[in-house]
């Protein structure tokens, strides 16, 4: 009996500081982030761009370091898409530079923390030396299990589809896959994220209301969470604050409340 009252309770517990505290039975399997508004970051300090980019990779380890504390098994973080090739070339010289330098730096400490690092994307038009390193990264972490790193790098959600499509129409050139037998299990298994639930929920800081070209076909049912905190001041109070958002939602997929 009364079981309600039980679950109610212990959703309202509460830390020493007043804020909540996470239902650790709740916790999203697979969190996704758009590491938005390094640059806004940067002009409103007066700073060159390249400093926002930098400041946000602070961010980065201070949210990997979270998930991994708080027992999250999935984070995909999107750190160039598709598009960014557009910027000036110097910001994407930087960009692919602090990709190299956050590896080289980080490695150990990932390995250690239990972290499998991965990357979604067209990785083959990254620079050499960025492929070489996520190469290393991926090989020395692969046995590990407690949180799985996936960064989206050169990655868009249309380019994913049209890579998929490609993988499935030769198959299917080949007389190896029947055009009957193509389901949302095939599909799923010719994206990058191949193998991995979609995400729960998606964050967006700097308050932008798009999924600008991020896990297209993954995000059908994800929650999202936008905050206009810009990326550099994200911190895991800010992750505790969506994940505390994200166990009052009800996801329905469709079907109702039961
Ligand atoms: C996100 O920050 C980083 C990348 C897209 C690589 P932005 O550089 O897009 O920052 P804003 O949106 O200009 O503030
Ligand atoms: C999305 O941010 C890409 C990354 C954060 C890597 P953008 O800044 O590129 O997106 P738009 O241009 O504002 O839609
Ligand atoms: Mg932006």
Redesign the pocket.
Known sequence: MFSFLTKRSRSRKTREDGSQELDRERLPRHVAII???????ARSRGLP?LA??RA?VESLRDIVRACVDWGIGILTVY???TE?WKRPHEEVEG?MNLLVEYLRRELAELRREGVQVRAIGRLEGLPRQAREELERARKETAANKRLILNLALNYGGRSELVDACRRIATLVARGELDPGEIDEEVINNFLYTAGLPDPDLLIRP?GEMRVSNFLLWQLAYTEFWVTDI??PDFRREDLRRALLDYQQRERRFGGLKI
């Open positions: 590491m938005d508004g390094n640059g806004r970051w761009r926002g980019h946000g750190a160039f898409s960014n960009l700097s810009y990326w």
